[in-house]
């Protein structure tokens, strides 16, 4: 083999090895660099904090992280310090109520934790406004739904009720 085609099919080797592993890093790294995966797949966030109906999505998000790792022994201290932070002292005492009362979360009105959530405001009036919560408790088409109707204050963005929607 002369020397040139040693070199040609080096290079040829040493393209194909960069580009499969071009082709793979991503989808071993759990991103959607392809562009046949659909734009849902990619997942992003952001956020407001004037906005309240954003605060009660980041009161959720953390709430049910904290809660979903009840194993961790800063768990329930971090549980404890949202609602202190998010919540009003007299929606703290409503959830406490209703906790002593049901034997069950006060936030998510249940015993146990939602796999998906997802928050969006319903309407204003009179210096609050109303974001409905949609807890999903499971995987798949038939998958059990809660909502919850939280009321925020406008001027402290803090959570003044929450009450389960029949």
Sequence with gaps: MTVRKRKT????VALTAGLTLAA???ALAGTGASH???AAAVST???DPRDVTQRVADFYGAYIDAVWDGEDPSAAAGAKALRAFYLSPAAQRHVAAYEAKN???GILFAQNVPVKWKVA?????????????????SDGAGAEVS???????????????LKPVD
Excluded at 121 to 137: I, K, P, Q
Excluded at 147 to 161: A, E, F, N
Aim: hydrophobic letters at 35%.
């Design 9 to 12: 099919l080096l290079t040829a």
């Design 24 to 26: 793979v890093t991503p």
């Design 36 to 38: 046949t995966t659909p």
């Design 45 to 47: 966030a952001q956020g």
């Design 103 to 105: 034997h069950a979360d």
């Design 121 to 137: 405001y319903t309407g204003s009036g009179a210096g609050h406004a109303t974001s409905r919560v949609t807890l999903t408790w």
């Design 147 to 161: 909502k919850i109707d939280v009321l925020s204050d406008l001027k402290t963005r803090r959570i003044t009720d």
